[in-house]
């Protein structure tokens, strides 16, 4: 984990209204199909992270011959696995000799267009050899490639492993991943899990973002052996998650705390002391065995294996509502009266591309030639058109749910605008049942230059099984008049 909190700005915020508690009994039953992660081989890596530590300076910083060595080791077990293997260098924004990332395909199938992507640092402090930060997540994401490899199952998306490098710099190798992604590329990944520090002798049950959809399925895993979580405070925006929720991807993952002290509270919940649940974090003795909880970093590893096979192995979901935007569907602008922009309301038709210091519409869809747009002309300047005056609305036919889940509404989304926006612009996705309205994911403005780009995003709405729903979007350029832009394309409702 980062050495310090790293102020960065998070492109990605969601509010998710989903029951505190899942179906123990449902992820018990799906977990069936989940093989166990072993943790005799986790410990395994881990014990060679500790040598390697140990034979190149005491340490695994990514400027040094332990961090290559690191890769070396990670790279050839991939290799031999039969993974598509890369070794990534961090062209710009590491720290000068640091090493590179390792990025691993596994080949066995699944829709290319779907990826789920699960990551760790590799690197480590130059205080000691990082076992916990990180070897644990590390070891961990490794048996987890090496069991996928070993039992083949039966894909619906595809996977992909990192190992980040630079990360105690500054989020260096991930950020320079997530950055350098071709558009494209980004929407196709669905949700990146993040392991870092998932150990900690004196550990709690940490999940990022555990209200959305991937963080839900963490939970899942958690309530179905009855081990309680919380959402990861300590960690916010201080690990390799934070970049891809900077480019608009949804990231959840597990923790077991760094160096925060575990509560009063937390001590009746998960056992412990009232004391850091690393008391090694970032010094000489984070080493193995000693600074390892096996039973936090067994559950880490087999939490991991169920959102794995929860949501890329296994019989696809059923689809049970969907518009890509091509024809009329039942589309509602203004539905309640209260709009108040004067240019830029939604419309469905074909979009033609703006420019103002960078992209702000997009004339390409996701797929087809329509989508859902504010404003779709361009105009003679790119300010014709745009959102201005307040906000615009436009919400869906009714869509009737099934009484059972899991239910997940997915759809991709851009939003765009100059650097003279504020937080009062935003971008919403609600959804509407007959207890009022919830807002499932709200991106707000700043006063930052943000550019057109096709993000995904994927939230639960099985707290509303049974009921029929509709699809809120709402846009608007509510400050002081700015450049602001927004689309929808390819939503769809699933079940499974």
Same mark, same amino acid.
């Given at each position: 984990?980062?050495?310090?909190?790293?102020?960065?700005?998070?492109?990605?915020?969601?509010?998710?209204?989903?029951?505190?508690?899942?179906?123990?009994?449902?992820?018990?039953?799906?977990?069936?199909?989940?093989?166990?992660?072993?943790?005799?081989?986790?410990?395994?890596?881990?014990?060679?992270?500790?040598?390697?530590?140990?034979?190149?300076?005491?340490?695994?910083?990514?400027?040094?011959?332990?961090?290559?060595?690191?890769?070396?080791?990670?790279?050839?077990?991939?290799?031999?696995?039969?993974?598509?293997?890369?070794?990534?260098?961090?062209?710009?924004?590491?720290?000068?000799?640091?090493?590179?990332?390792?990025?691993?395909?596994?080949?066995?199938?699944?829709?290319?267009?779907?990826?789920?992507?699960?990551?760790?640092?590799?690197?480590?402090?130059?205080?000691?050899?990082?076992?916990?930060?990180?070897?644990?997540?590390?070891?961990?994401?490794?048996?987890?490639?090496?069991?996928?490899?070993?039992?083949?199952?039966?894909?619906?998306?595809?996977?992909?492993?990192?190992?980040?490098?630079?990360?105690?710099?500054?989020?260096?190798?991930?950020?320079?991943?997530?950055?350098?992604?071709?558009?494209?590329?980004?929407?196709?990944?669905?949700?990146?899990?993040?392991?870092?520090?998932?150990?900690?002798?004196?550990?709690?049950?940490?999940?990022?973002?555990?209200?959305?959809?991937?963080?839900?399925?963490?939970?899942?895993?958690?309530?179905? *052996? @009855? $081990? #309680? /979580?919380?959402?990861?405070?300590? =960690? !916010?925006? %201080?690990?390799?998650? +934070?970049?891809?929720? &900077? *480019? @608009? $991807? #949804? /990231?959840?993952?597990?923790?077991? =705390? !760094?160096? %925060?002290?575990?509560? +009063?509270?937390?001590? &009746?919940?998960?056992?412990? /002391?009232?004391?850091?649940?690393?008391?090694?974090?970032?010094?000489?003795?984070?080493?193995?065995?000693?600074?390892?909880?096996? /039973?936090?970093?067994?559950?880490?590893?087999?939490?991991?294996?169920?959102?794995?096979?929860?949501?890329?192995?296994?019989?696809?979901?059923?689809?049970?509502?969907?518009?890509?935007?091509?024809?009329?569907?039942?589309?509602?602008?203004?539905?309640?009266?209260?709009?108040?922009?004067?240019?830029?309301?939604?419309?469905?038709?074909?979009?033609?591309?703006?420019?103002?210091?960078?992209?702000?519409?997009?004339?390409?869809?996701?797929?087809?030639?329509?989508?859902?747009?504010?404003?779709?002309?361009?105009?003679?300047?790119?300010?014709?058109?745009?959102?201005?005056?307040?906000?615009?609305?436009?919400?869906?036919?009714?869509?009737?749910?099934?009484?059972?889940?899991?239910?997940?509404?997915?759809?991709?989304?851009?939003?765009?605008?100059?650097?003279?926006?504020?937080?009062?612009?935003?971008?919403?996705?609600?959804?509407?049942?007959?207890?009022?309205?919830?807002?499932?994911?709200?991106?707000?403005?700043?006063?930052?230059?943000?550019?057109?780009?096709?993000?995904?995003?994927?939230?639960?709405?099985?707290?509303?099984?049974?009921?029929?729903?509709?699809?809120?979007?709402?846009?608007?350029?509510?400050?002081?008049?700015?450049?602001?832009?927004?689309?929808?394309?390819?939503?769809?409702?699933?079940?499974?």
């Amino acid at each position: 984990m980062l050495r310090a909190f790293t102020a960065l700005v998070l492109t990605f915020v969601a509010v998710v209204a989903v029951p505190t508690t899942a179906t123990a009994a449902t992820a018990a039953a799906s977990a069936l199909a989940v093989p166990d992660i072993s943790l005799t081989n986790t410990k395994a890596h881990l014990q060679q992270f500790q040598a390697i530590a140990s034979a190149n300076g005491g340490n695994r910083r990514s400027t040094t011959a332990g961090y290559t060595a690191s890769v070396t080791y990670v790279y050839n077990k991939l290799v031999a696995a039969g993974f598509t293997v890369t070794r990534q260098n961090c062209t710009s924004g590491c720290t000068s000799g640091a090493g590179p990332n390792v990025i691993a395909d596994w080949p066995g199938g699944g829709d290319p267009n779907s990826v789920y992507m699960f990551g760790a640092h590799l690197d480590g402090v130059s205080a000691g050899p990082g076992i916990n930060d990180n070897a644990s997540g590390s070891a961990t994401l490794l048996e987890i490639a090496l069991t996928l490899a070993a039992t083949r199952p039966s894909l619906t998306s595809r996977v992909r492993f990192a190992f980040w490098t630079d990360e105690e710099q500054g989020l260096n190798g991930s950020r320079f991943y997530a950055n350098t992604l071709p558009t494209a590329e980004r929407s196709k990944i669905k949700a990146y899990f993040n392991f870092d520090m998932v150990g900690s002798v004196n550990g709690g049950y940490f999940i990022n973002r555990i209200t959305s959809a991937p963080g839900q399925t963490l939970k899942a895993y958690y309530d179905s *052996i @009855g $081990v #309680q /979580t919380e959402e990861n405070t300590e =960690g !916010a925006g %201080r690990s390799d998650d +934070a970049p891809f929720n &900077a *480019i @608009g $991807v #949804q /990231t959840s993952g597990v923790a077991a =705390g !760094a160096s %925060r002290v575990k509560t +009063a509270a937390q001590v &009746a919940k998960w056992g412990g /002391t009232q004391s850091a649940f690393d008391p090694c974090y970032h010094r000489a003795c984070d080493t193995y065995p000693s600074n390892i909880s096996d /039973t936090v970093l067994n559950r880490a590893g087999d939490a991991a294996a169920y959102a794995l096979w929860t949501l890329a192995a296994g019989t696809p979901a059923t689809v049970i509502w969907s518009d890509t935007f091509e024809t009329a569907t039942g589309w509602t602008t203004n539905p309640a009266g209260t709009d108040t922009a004067t240019t830029g309301l939604w419309e469905r038709g074909v979009p033609q591309a703006t420019n103002s210091s960078g992209p702000k519409q997009l004339a390409a869809t996701i797929s087809g030639t329509n989508d859902l747009v504010t404003g779709r002309l361009a105009g003679t300047s790119a300010g014709d058109y745009d959102i201005d005056g307040g906000a615009t609305s436009v919400r869906s036919p009714a869509i009737a749910l099934p009484a059972t889940g899991p239910l997940t509404l997915k759809l991709s989304w851009y939003f765009a605008h100059g650097n003279n926006a504020t937080s009062a612009d935003f971008f919403r996705v609600s959804v509407v049942h007959s207890g009022g309205t919830t807002a499932l994911f709200t991106q707000l403005g700043s006063a930052t230059n943000r550019d057109a780009a096709w993000a995904s995003g994927s939230w639960s709405l099985t707290g509303y099984a049974g009921q029929s729903v509709r699809i809120l979007i709402e846009a608007a350029d509510a400050g002081t008049a700015s450049l602001v832009e927004a689309a929808v394309d390819d939503a769809v409702i699933t079940q499974g």
